[in-house]
């Protein structure tokens, strides 16, 4: 009876994974090396799955495998200011995780510039996501691939992170911004 049980809630979980990614059933099974039909009885509890078999749908899912099996999740989660990751960056760039480790949807990322820093000696690319920059305090010159832009305290601006990008301050004063990355790419 407890197999059963957990054959059900692994299927329930996969299929709630599944759907939060927008994928149908054929698109993941390609994905985890699986059949469609598999997939299928995996999700509505009516066979289980070995650990190798697991382990590839999370691979597919992009998350880790112990995922999975979280059931304690809910949908309230308060992070506090205390507890917020700071990613050691360059002197004058801040970044902090804003966003709960291992979101299945979202990244969201707060930064602060001091005046004259950038986020990097040269442009840089990270996965291949949607990322959207919204200043919330100053302004930003963001460059993405030969193009810059300048935006202004609540100006948004939209982009690949596989397109080369980098942040300037090139003002007298701090600037600071959120930055929203989906899918997430650090899970």
Do not use: W
Not at 62 to 82: E, K, M, N, P, Y
Not at 135 to 142: A, E, I, K, Q, Y
């Amino acid at each position: 009876m407890q197999a059963e049980h957990n054959e059900n809630e692994l299927g329930a979980r996969v299929r709630q994974l599944r759907k939060l990614r927008h994928m149908n059933q054929q698109q993941l099974a390609e994905r985890a090396g699986v059949t469609p039909g598999f997939l299928s009885q995996l999700e509505r509890g009516k066979t289980g799955a070995t650990v190798a078999t697991a382990r590839r749908l999370a691979s597919a899912l992009g998350i880790r495998f112990t995922q999975l099996f979280d059931t304690d999740h809910s949908d309230t989660v308060l992070l506090r200011a205390r507890d917020l990751p700071e990613l050691g960056l360059t002197e004058g760039y801040s970044k902090r995780l804003l966003s709960p480790p291992a979101h299945p949807n979202v990244e969201i990322y707060s930064i602060t510039l001091q005046p004259g820093q950038s986020s990097g000696e040269a442009n840089y690319v990270y996965g291949d996501a949607d990322e959207f920059l919204m200043c919330t305090h100053g302004r930003l010159s963001v460059t993405i691939g030969s193009d810059e832009h300048q935006i202004s305290e609540g100006d948004v601006l939209q982009f690949r992170s596989s397109s080369p990008h980098r942040m300037n301050n090139r003002t007298d004063e701090s600037a600071s911004a959120m930055i929203v990355v989906t899918p997430p790419l650090s899970v």
